[in-house]
């Protein structure tokens, strides 16, 4: 059986970089199909493009935010959350309904 060191050295880039990563989580609630092609699945129709465009945000350039929680008011709505449960300590966190919904 093999043994670890304790402290063995960190040879990968993101272990040595660990304490400048950020975490940004998004969550909507929608529908989706799952689509299979030759090789690979891939999720589906419009709420899996708006969960994409949420991803795709200005939100650290308008708010300075660089590790957030991202929810959709559809989320709160669906899961019947009160918004006021969603406090948080050392996480912000940003309701959305601002998402465009265009393609439907």
Sequence with gaps: MAVLPDNPPITCTACSRMEELDLKAFIHYGEYM????????????SEVILAHRMMMND???????????H???KTVEELNMNKT???FTDISYIMSTSVKQECK
Excluded at 34 to 45: A, G, Q, T, Y
């Design 59 to 69: 939100v650290t350039e308008k708010t300075g935010l660089r590790s957030y929680l």
């Design 85 to 87: 449960e969603l406090s």
């Design 34 to 45: 799952v689509k299979s092609f030759s090789d690979r699945n891939e999720l589906v129709r």
């Design 71 to 73: 929810i959709t008011d």
